[in-house]
């Protein structure tokens, strides 16, 4: 049987995991390669590495390492919380995704799933991305389209 692909759909700020789906948040400046964009990659990529295993829902992160917990720990608006997938795109034209730290990641604005609203991430509710975290293996493929 082949494993899964994580999908996710840009239009619909949906991610999709075999059964598993979730409403996410993607680039708010849109779609793009550009480093220092804050626009989300297309194409193919694998999960590199994870981070926050067994980790609190409210864990903040920073530089993939855990700070503390959330608010406390919190600077400005845009928290990453409870777990991180990393990104390696696998074309020439997202090659840099990983370089641009473009993770899967836990977000404390829950509020704002479904619309585009990250720096370029892909944001998931802290138990989305928690229930994902366990469910993907390392390697595993992603496709994002627009």
């Known amino acids: 049987m082949m494993p899964h692909t994580i999908h996710v759909c840009v239009s619909e700020q949906r991610l999709t995991y075999g059964d598993f789906s979730a409403l996410v948040s993607t680039g708010a400046a849109g779609v793009g390669t550009e480093a220092g964009s804050g626009r989300t990659p297309l194409g193919r990529f694998r ?22 917990i959330y608010p406390a720990a919190a600077r400005g608006d845009d928290a990453i919380l409870a777990r991180i997938l990393c990104l390696d795109g696998l074309e020439p034209a997202n090659a840099n995704t990983r370089s641009r730290y473009i993770y899967i990641h836990g ?14 991430c892909i944001r998931l509710s802290p138990q989305d991305v928690a229930t994902l975290f366990e469910l993907v293996p390392l390697g595993t493929e992603m496709l994002i389209e627009a």
């Open 47 to 68: 999960i590199c590495s994870k981070h926050g295993e067994n980790a609190p829902l409210n864990t903040v992160f920073r530089a993939r390492i855990p700070v503390g």
């Open 107 to 120: 977000t404390n604005e829950v509020e704002k799933l479904g619309t585009p609203a990250s720096h370029g």
